[in-house]
């Protein structure tokens, strides 16, 4: 009997990549691959990388110069790289260059031709790149193997206009197409029949989703909420310039809509989000915190910011701080800047120094947790409804899971399961993670 070959993915990056590789792994699975843990004795790899920052290229190039002992000692062991970094021409040729013994490089656009890119390898022996330069159809009805049991990504639009001046994905994903309503919403009726509970919509500007039928993302929220089975639904990213009145009215309106929004403001200061092209004001910001707040008191709100954009002066960062003590966010993902290839902000003089940059980064973290635990300790004597995710492995009482507000919560209770909602009285808070007790 022929043994069963095994995969190893290793996902760098953000949902949308976690999301590919799913789609990835459903491919490999119906090929009758099965998965391997451990990437050493794998029959094939692929790599699904990110290019958005420089620490996600090298953290790659790091996993991609370990894997040539791996080659070395068995040779019929196929490497595939894809996902962003592989849309960029200057990656590629580096990879055809220094590491030419990789088998296979597919990009953001063609994952549906993996299947065929992998037999040809295996049968003729020969090394396969190819790369879509930038999509504009999207393929569907492709098969997937989910990473969670009760939550789920959603794709409803892929690729990205907005050209802010520093990011890189508009060039790696393409232009921004949205998927037809009725395809997202029949794909989030199956989850529902599977058991998923959570769904998580997933584009990188959910804002300008746009159906087919003119429905647009506060319709297609409206439409998904009908959906029996589905307790919750979140989505990622909304920008701040098309965040509109009508997606602010879907939190009170819609009950399974999750009381928290990813709202990443990036800067405070009027003169940099004009040169990263974000098309809003500190001001304008704010009266959307405003609005979200009157609309669903409780709402977490969540943010992304760059430190030392090129021409970042000490003002516009102390606006930055300014910005986030007046929101009070409840968590914030916090960046350094980092000069992409091909983007307009590559070519901007001004270099912020990479002392005052971390300066500032440490500066801005310090205020922001200190937001984040203030924000965490109103939580206490509160009872919340988490979505039971998983069991500690070293306390079997000890059970994790999310209030629908996105915070993070470890409790003590008799034996509950993934996918259940219990409520749990939170008796403690950290910056980071709340602690709590289910109520019997
Ligand atoms: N440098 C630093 N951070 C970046 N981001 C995107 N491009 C860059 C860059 N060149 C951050 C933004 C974005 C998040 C996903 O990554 O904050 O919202
Ligand atoms: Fe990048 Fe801006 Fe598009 Fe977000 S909205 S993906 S930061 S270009």
Redesign the pocket.
């Known amino acids: 009997m022929a043994k069963i070959k095994t995969y190893k993915i290793i996902t760098f990056g953000?949902q949308m990549n976690e999301r590919d590789s799913e789609t990835i792994a459903g491919l490999l699975s119906e090929m009758g691959f099965r998965e391997n843990p451990d990437r050493d004795s794998a029959d094939i790899l692929i790599i699904n990388t990110c290019s958005?920052?420089e620490n996600a290229d090298s953290r790659f190039f790091g996993t991609l110069g370990q894997m040539k002992r791996v080659k070395n000692s068995r040779p019929d062991f196929i490497v595939g790289l894809c996902g962003c970094m592989m849309q960029q021409q200057h990656v590629v040729d580096a990879i055809k260059e220094k590491y030419p013994w990789v088998d296979i490089v597919f990009g953001t656009h063609n994952l549906h031709e993996l299947p065929e890119l992998i037999t040809s390898v295996i049968s003729e022996k020969r090394k396969r790149i190819e790369v879509i330069p930038c999509g504009e159809g999207i393929v569907e009805g492709l098969p997937s193997k989910r990473l969670h049991q009760f939550k789920a990504f959603v794709n409803i639009m892929y690729g990205c206009d907005n050209f802010c001046t520093?990011?890189i994905v508009p060039f790696t994903r393409g232009r921004e197409r949205s998927r037809y309503p009725e395809r997202i919403l029949s794909e989030v009726r199956a989850l529902a029949a599977d058991g998923v509970k959570e769904i998580t919509l997933l584009g990188q500007n959910v804002n300008s989703y746009k159906g087919a039928d003119g429905a647009g993302f506060p319709e297609l929220i409206r439409r998904l909420n009908g959906i029996e089975g589905i307790e919750r639904i979140r989505f990622m990213t909304s920008h701040p310039k098309d965040l509109s009145d009508e997606l602010i009215g879907a939190f009170s309106e819609c009950g399974k809509l999750c009381r928290h929004i990813h709202l990443?403001v990036?800067s405070g200061s009027d003169s940099v989000l004009m040169r990263m092209n974000r098309n809003y004001t500190k001001a304008d910001y704010m009266k959307l915190v405003g609005k979200l707040r009157e609309s669903s008191p409780l709402i977490s709100i969540t943010t992304?910011i760059?430190v030392g954009f090129p021409g970042e002066t000490d003002e516009d960062f102390e606006e930055t701080l300014s910005l986030a003590r007046e929101v009070e966010f409840d968590s914030a993902f916090t960046?350094?800047?980092?000069i992409?290839k091909g983007t307009p902000a590559e070519r901007f003089g001004d270099q912020v120094p990479e002392g005052v940059k971390h300066e500032r980064f440490n500066r801005l973290v310090g205020v922001l947790n200190g937001i984040s635990l203030k924000k965490n300790k109103a939580y206490e004597g509160r009872v919340e409804k988490i979505l039971v995710e998983g069991q500690s492995k070293t306390d079997k009482k000890t059970y994790s899971g999310r209030t629908d507000t996105f915070k993070l919560v470890n409790f003590k209770s008799t034996e509950v399961h993934s996918g259940e909602s219990v409520d749990v009285r939170i008796t403690g808070s950290g910056t980071f993670s709340l602690v709590g007790e289910a109520d019997q």
Do not use: A, E, G, T
Not at 335 to 338: D, R
């Open positions: 953000c958005v920052r520093y990011c990443p990036q992304d760059i960046f350094l800047y980092s992409r």
